[in-house]
């Protein structure tokens, strides 16, 4: 709008003052008018339609300015009526199209207001069909079989709908032809001439009438030619062509000699009357043709340049002619391709900078128009922004954008965004022109810090020395200023968390965290705490991160013995038969370590052993087992002491006293393989065969007794040796399935010649004996 105030400057300013009404009419008001009105015709009160007085448009400076500065209609200011301004011809202003409509806008200042207005364009019968050539001939052979019919081109008319034509007839009427009217589309309609009787060149050579073209105006309009018949002989073959309607492009500005599209035919016909020759038939208001037609290949070339604005299609009548007089004919449409030569241009009418970085979504920064010289596809304009993550392009009116924002901004992220709008048109290839807006991002208090990691986990040894520095938080606030001053702090427990340890310090300057006392790994072996960053903001933003402190262990536990228990006085005995074999397994030592890692890892040595020849230690298991049999110089108990030691650094250890009893009598044990049932039936005999054991052994104790005293009593009564004292060695088997005992023969010689007190003791030392093996037989058992 505005274009015909003056200045580039002045049509800007009236445009943005135009845009920021905050009522427009989205309506249009519309009216029609009749074409050809004499000037001055009354086209309809716009005033009144508008809601105006005359007064008001007269104060207002009211005018009409339509886009193409063009003025077809003229408003009396001083009645409010809208009247033609000059001649109106439909057809020079809308060609054939179907509607015409005229639009334009009327302009009021004092507010800046606008209505748009649209006047329909009516047609009337003012043309007449008129017939591309004033005379046609036909030859006609006269064997042609009743029924056959000849195209001839159309007249046209340039009026549209009723005012079209609409019927044809043959005056004076023929007895020979009538005519056929077909119409197909708005802009194509076939006409036949019908053979109704058949001819006969020796009665008739030839003949003549008028085809005449009505249209259905009213009054009607005609138009007339003259059909000039030929009958010759036999040509039983017209050419056919290949379509009826040929379509082709071709841009405007191809060079002239360029084929536009080849028109094909055949006839079946041999010799002369087989041979095609193509030309134009005279087309109506195109007598300045720019395509010729090759003769004998039927291409039709450019002969001149064609220019897409003047016309933007051409419609060709082509007629194939054998040497026999037969013709065809057929349509060849050309359409013109226009040329994209017209990048789009864009006009800025507001524009604001800077924006506040908390500015709402949708705030207009900048309203602009775009506009393209070119027409069709190669008008049609799209905008497009580089950057749409925080603006967006918004249609406003027409060919109006708004540039708004659809985000939260963040100067902290970029300070100053540089816009860069797209106009392409849909040209092939498209025509571009950009625009770029600078938008300035002024700054609030809207970030809070960021620490430079989401969580932090340091290291201490455990055993550290007090107030040990163990690591250090950072964080960074984008603001600027008060804004981007962070101090730290530990975070309050809440009471739903579990309480964390109190031996975590942070520096409120430079986020420098302590252990402010020694820790145990044993006790604690990791804690968590939260440090918040605050910036002094007003108020203040802070965020939280949580630290993780991981106690890494020293090697300060020696292993602990667990098997063979080192509390037991005296130390744990463990039966080794005599028989056993090299690798004979006797105990396992089991030992463990409160450390941790490679401190933890434990390994067995043989410290000392009665016999260090006869024993080994596994390093990694612990297993204590003979490393020789045992021989009959080897002592019956012997004493061993296993070392174990971790593998800190330095190491650590603690050590395993045991002790192993060599049982000859063992190595005639057989452990027989029995099933479940029989190992409890095997325990049931076990345990009575115990019972009578220890029955049989009181019996011979008291008997044992008895006789010791009665031998006493006789002593003192006569004198003489003691009778021979049989000592007995009662051996129980390890794991014996049926409990079997043995009396044995005398153990030492000393027992033929004892005295009653030497006897005693003998007894007691066998009643001890006893008891041991009761022991053992409870651990065998």
């Given at each position: 709008?505005?274009?015909?105030?003056?200045?580039?400057?002045?049509?800007?300013?009236?445009?943005?003052?135009?845009?920021?009404?905050?009522?427009?009419?989205?309506?249009?008001?519309?009216?029609?008018?009749?074409?050809?009105?004499?000037?001055?015709?009354?086209?309809?009160n716009l005033a009144e339609d508008a809601g105006l007085t005359p007064a008001q448009l007269s104060a207002r400076r009211a005018r009409l300015v339509s886009e193409d500065g063009r003025q077809h209609f003229r408003l009396e200011r001083g009645s409010g009526r809208l009247v033609v301004a000059g001649r109106l011809d439909r057809e020079e202003l809308c060609g054939q199209s179907a509607?015409?409509?005229?639009?334009?806008?009327?302009?009021?200042a004092n507010p800046l207001q606008f209505f748009r207005v649209e006047v329909a364009l009516e047609d009337i019968n003012d043309h007449s069909p008129v017939f591309p050539e004033e005379r046609v001939i036909f030859k006609i052979l006269e064997s042609s079989d009743p029924g056959s019919r000849f195209p001839l081109e159309a007249a046209r008319d340039m009026d549209i709908g009723s005012n079209s034509i609409h019927t044809y007839s043959i005056s004076p009427e023929n007895e020979h032809f009538?005519?056929?009217?077909?119409?197909?589309?708005?802009?194509?309609?076939?006409?036949?001439?019908?053979?109704?009787?058949?001819?006969?060149?020796?009665?008739?050579?030839e003949m003549r009438f008028s085809l005449l073209a009505v249209d259905g105006g009213s009054p009607p309009k005609s138009g007339t030619t003259e059909v000039y018949i030929i009958v010759v002989d036999v040509n039983d073959n017209a050419p056919i062509?290949?379509?009826?309607?040929?379509?082709?492009?071709?841009?405007e500005n191809s060079p002239v000699g360029s084929v536009v599209l080849s028109v094909s035919a055949t006839d079946e016909d041999a010799g002369v009357n087989g041979d095609i020759s193509y030309e134009f038939s005279q087309t109506v208001g195109q007598s300045d043709n720019p395509f010729a037609i090759d003769s004998i290949s039927g291409e039709i070339k450019l002969t001149k340049a064609l220019d897409f604005e003047e016309a933007q299609s051409h419609e060709l009548s082509v007629r194939a002619v054998d040497g026999g007089g037969l013709s065809a004919m057929c349509k060849a449409l050309v359409e013109v391709v226009d040329v994209n030569d017209n990048a789009p241009e864009l006009v800025v009418s507001s524009f604001s900078s800077p924006l506040p970085e908390n500015t709402v979504a949708g705030t207009v920064v900048a309203?602009?128009?775009?506009?393209?010289?070119?027409?069709?596809?190669?008008?049609?304009?799209?905008?497009?922004?580089?950057?749409?993550?925080?603006?967006?392009?918004?249609?406003?009116?027409?060919?109006?954008?708004?540039?708004?924002?659809?985000?939260?901004?963040?100067?902290?992220?970029?300070?100053?965004?540089?816009?860069?709008?797209?106009?392409?048109?849909?040209g092939s290839p498209p025509l571009t022109s950009t625009h770029t807006f600078t938008v300035d991002i002024s700054d609030v208090n809207d970030n809070a810090p960021v620490f430079n990691q989401t969580s932090y986990t340091m290291y201490v040894r455990e055993n550290n020395v007090p107030a040990v520095l163990v690591g250090a938080v950072s964080a960074a606030d984008a603001d600027v200023g008060l804004n981007a001053k962070v101090t730290y702090s530990l975070a309050p427990v809440q009471p739903a968390e579990q309480r964390s340890c109190s031996c975590i310090s942070v520096n409120s300057e430079n986020g420098h965290?302590?252990?402010?006392?020694?820790?145990?790994?044993?006790?604690?072996?990791?804690?968590?705490?939260?440090?918040?960053?605050?910036d002094a903001g007003s108020p203040p933003l802070r965020a939280n991160v949580t630290v993780r402190l991981v106690v890494l262990d020293e090697n300060d536990n020696a292993p602990l013995v667990l098997y063979p228990a080192q509390d037991s006085s005296p130390p744990s005995t463990e039966l080794v038969p005599v028989s056993a074999e090299a690798g004979y397994l006797i105990t396992k030592v089991v030992a463990v370590d409160a450390d941790s890692?490679?401190?933890?890892?434990?390994?067995?040595?043989?410290?000392?052993?009665?016999?260090?020849?006869?024993?080994?230690?596994?390093?990694?298991s612990g297993e204590v087992r003979l490393r020789r049999p045992?021989?009959?110089?080897?002592?019956?108990?012997?004493?061993?002491?296993?070392?174990?030691?971790?593998?800190?650094?330095?190491?650590?250890?603690?050590?395993?006293?045991?002790?192993a009893l060599l049982l000859k009598d063992l190595s005639d044990v057989r452990l027989p393989h029995s099933s479940p049932a029989t190992e409890d039936e095997g325990g049931s005999l076990t345990t009575y065969l115990i019972i009578s054991l220890v029955f049989v052994s009181l019996l011979f104790l008291i008997s044992t007794v008895v006789f010791v005293f009665a031998r006493c009593a006789r002593e003192r009564t006569a004198a003489g040796t003691l009778p021979r004292a049989y000592c007995y060695e009662i051996s129980l088997t390890t794991g014996s399935g049926n409990s079997e005992f043995k009396f044995l023969k005398p153990m030492s010689p000393a027992c033929h010649h004892s005295t009653a007190p030497r006897a005693r003791v003998l007894l007691m030392n066998r009643i001890s004996l006893f008891k041991k093996d009761i022991e053992f037989s409870h651990i065998f058992f």
């Amino acid at each position: 709008m505005c274009l015909s105030s003056g200045s580039g400057r002045k049509q800007v300013l009236c445009l943005s003052a135009f845009l920021s009404l905050p009522l427009v009419r989205s309506v249009p008001i519309r009216y029609s008018v009749a074409e050809e009105a004499e000037s001055g015709s009354l086209v309809g009160n716009l005033a009144e339609d508008a809601g105006l007085t005359p007064a008001q448009l007269s104060a207002r400076r009211a005018r009409l300015v339509s886009e193409d500065g063009r003025q077809h209609f003229r408003l009396e200011r001083g009645s409010g009526r809208l009247v033609v301004a000059g001649r109106l011809d439909r057809e020079e202003l809308c060609g054939q199209s179907a509607t015409c409509m005229l639009p334009f806008e009327l302009l009021l200042a004092n507010p800046l207001q606008f209505f748009r207005v649209e006047v329909a364009l009516e047609d009337i019968n003012d043309h007449s069909p008129v017939f591309p050539e004033e005379r046609v001939i036909f030859k006609i052979l006269e064997s042609s079989d009743p029924g056959s019919r000849f195209p001839l081109e159309a007249a046209r008319d340039m009026d549209i709908g009723s005012n079209s034509i609409h019927t044809y007839s043959i005056s004076p009427e023929n007895e020979h032809f009538s005519v056929s009217f077909e119409s197909h589309t708005e802009s194509y309609s076939s006409v036949e001439l019908i053979l109704e009787k058949p001819l006969d060149r020796e009665e008739q050579s030839e003949m003549r009438f008028s085809l005449l073209a009505v249209d259905g105006g009213s009054p009607p309009k005609s138009g007339t030619t003259e059909v000039y018949i030929i009958v010759v002989d036999v040509n039983d073959n017209a050419p056919i062509f290949t379509q009826k309607i040929y379509v082709g492009q071709v841009l405007e500005n191809s060079p002239v000699g360029s084929v536009v599209l080849s028109v094909s035919a055949t006839d079946e016909d041999a010799g002369v009357n087989g041979d095609i020759s193509y030309e134009f038939s005279q087309t109506v208001g195109q007598s300045d043709n720019p395509f010729a037609i090759d003769s004998i290949s039927g291409e039709i070339k450019l002969t001149k340049a064609l220019d897409f604005e003047e016309a933007q299609s051409h419609e060709l009548s082509v007629r194939a002619v054998d040497g026999g007089g037969l013709s065809a004919m057929c349509k060849a449409l050309v359409e013109v391709v226009d040329v994209n030569d017209n990048a789009p241009e864009l006009v800025v009418s507001s524009f604001s900078s800077p924006l506040p970085e908390n500015t709402v979504a949708g705030t207009v920064v900048a309203l602009f128009s775009v506009r393209d010289r070119d027409s069709g596809a190669n008008g049609k304009i799209s905008c497009a922004l580089d950057d749409q993550l925080f603006f967006s392009l918004r249609p406003a009116y027409k060919n109006y954008y708004e540039l708004v924002t659809v985000s939260a901004l963040d100067r902290e992220e970029t300070a100053q965004y540089m816009l860069t709008v797209t106009a392409a048109d849909a040209g092939s290839p498209p025509l571009t022109s950009t625009h770029t807006f600078t938008v300035d991002i002024s700054d609030v208090n809207d970030n809070a810090p960021v620490f430079n990691q989401t969580s932090y986990t340091m290291y201490v040894r455990e055993n550290n020395v007090p107030a040990v520095l163990v690591g250090a938080v950072s964080a960074a606030d984008a603001d600027v200023g008060l804004n981007a001053k962070v101090t730290y702090s530990l975070a309050p427990v809440q009471p739903a968390e579990q309480r964390s340890c109190s031996c975590i310090s942070v520096n409120s300057e430079n986020g420098h965290v302590f252990v402010l006392r020694p820790l145990d790994y044993e006790q604690l072996r990791q804690t968590e705490v939260t440090v918040s960053a605050s910036d002094a903001g007003s108020p203040p933003l802070r965020a939280n991160v949580t630290v993780r402190l991981v106690v890494l262990d020293e090697n300060d536990n020696a292993p602990l013995v667990l098997y063979p228990a080192q509390d037991s006085s005296p130390p744990s005995t463990e039966l080794v038969p005599v028989s056993a074999e090299a690798g004979y397994l006797i105990t396992k030592v089991v030992a463990v370590d409160a450390d941790s890692g490679q401190n933890s890892w434990l390994s067995y040595h043989l410290l000392r052993a009665t016999e260090p020849g006869l024993f080994t230690v596994a390093v990694q298991s612990g297993e204590v087992r003979l490393r020789r049999p045992v021989t009959e110089r080897d002592t019956v108990k012997q004493k061993l002491v296993v070392l174990v030691r971790d593998n800190g650094k330095p190491a650590l250890s603690a050590t395993a006293a045991l002790s192993a009893l060599l049982l000859k009598d063992l190595s005639d044990v057989r452990l027989p393989h029995s099933s479940p049932a029989t190992e409890d039936e095997g325990g049931s005999l076990t345990t009575y065969l115990i019972i009578s054991l220890v029955f049989v052994s009181l019996l011979f104790l008291i008997s044992t007794v008895v006789f010791v005293f009665a031998r006493c009593a006789r002593e003192r009564t006569a004198a003489g040796t003691l009778p021979r004292a049989y000592c007995y060695e009662i051996s129980l088997t390890t794991g014996s399935g049926n409990s079997e005992f043995k009396f044995l023969k005398p153990m030492s010689p000393a027992c033929h010649h004892s005295t009653a007190p030497r006897a005693r003791v003998l007894l007691m030392n066998r009643i001890s004996l006893f008891k041991k093996d009761i022991e053992f037989s409870h651990i065998f058992f």
